[in-house]
């Protein structure tokens, strides 16, 4: 374990969450990335609930026993001198399985993660948060397969949500927020069409230089599932490109 803990001790930080928890943040590990025609390497950061009363060792040692495998972690791309540029883009960016993985046109998920990716090589510095516990606005893979077929009878994302007894948007930024201000005190500008994402960030007291709408991905498919963003939503973006 000394020999383990010499190689983590100063890849850990224990950040507090509430009166029960702390977060454990891991990172960062170099993560060669190649898409399409984007190639750069990030620092990734991880992270994870944690009893408040653990060492960082004693998360290490009981990193078996957690069965992580049957949950999913968070995690954080970082690109450049995120802690010390003045300048930094952020996405905080919701997990699709279905958008992020399998290329779905039914939403413009994988479109933002990619274009995000560019976005902040081309600026030079920045981060994007894969938030693991936003699937579905927070409903879940297995939930968010049952929105998907009331979709198909004419029910929208936020009608469908509702059906099966959810609010429209149940996500929460509170830890990503938390994981933010352990990696970067500097004001921040964030690339999103959502405005609950800005206001959480603002309202937790960081000091956010503003929006980067990100609009495109427009699909057959996805039309209504964008209009409805913009419509029920708030979604700030590009309107008038809700046209196929």
């Known amino acids: 374990m000394k020999k383990i803990m010499a190689i983590l001790e100063d890849k850990i930080q224990l950040v507090r969450r509430d009166?029960?928890?702390?977060?454990?943040?891991?990172?960062?590990?170099?993560?060669?990335?190649?898409?399409?025609?984007?190639?750069?390497?990030?620092?990734?950061?991880?992270?994870?609930?944690?009893?408040?009363?653990?060492?960082?060792?004693?998360?290490v040692d009981s990193v078996s026993s957690m069965h992580l495998a049957f949950g999913q972690q968070s995690s954080v791309l970082v690109y450049g001198d995120f802690a010390?540029?003045?300048?930094?883009?952020?996405?905080?960016?919701?997990?699709?399985?279905?958008?992020?993985?399998?290329?779905?046109?039914?939403?413009?998920?994988?479109?933002?993660?990619?274009?995000?990716?560019?976005?902040?090589?081309?600026?030079?510095?920045?981060?994007?948060?894969?938030?693991?516990?936003?699937?579905?606005?927070?409903?879940?893979?297995?939930?968010?397969?049952?929105?998907?077929?009331?979709?198909?009878?004419?029910?929208?994302?936020?009608?469908?949500?509702?059906?099966?007894?959810?609010?429209?948007?149940?996500?929460?930024?509170?830890?990503?927020?938390?994981?933010?201000q352990v990696l970067r005190a500097k004001p921040v500008t964030l690339i999103t069409n959502n405005p609950k994402k800005l206001a959480a960030l603002q309202e937790n007291g960081l000091l956010a230089d503003g929006h980067i709408p990100l609009w495109g991905g427009l699909t057959e498919t996805n039309e209504q599932y964008l209009k409805t963003k913009v419509e029920k939503s708030g979604h700030i973006g590009i309107v008038e490109k809700l046209t196929v």
């Open 19 to 59: 009166d029960l928890q702390n977060i454990a943040v891991v990172g960062p590990v170099k993560l060669p990335i190649k898409q399409e025609n984007l190639e750069a390497t990030f620092q990734w950061y991880s992270w994870t609930t944690v009893e408040k009363n653990q060492t960082k060792e004693q998360v």
């Open 84 to 180: 010390n540029q003045d300048d930094a883009l952020i996405r905080m960016h919701s997990i699709c399985h279905t958008g992020d993985i399998f290329g779905s046109q039914r939403c413009d998920c994988g479109y933002q993660l990619h274009e995000s990716m560019k976005m902040i090589v081309e600026h030079g510095c920045g981060a994007i948060f894969y938030l693991a516990d936003h699937e579905g606005r927070g409903i879940g893979l297995f939930s968010k397969s049952l929105a998907y077929l009331l979709q198909e009878e004419a029910f929208d994302t936020v009608e469908a949500n509702h059906a099966l007894g959810f609010e429209d948007d149940v996500r929460s930024y509170d830890d990503a927020i938390r994981v933010l």
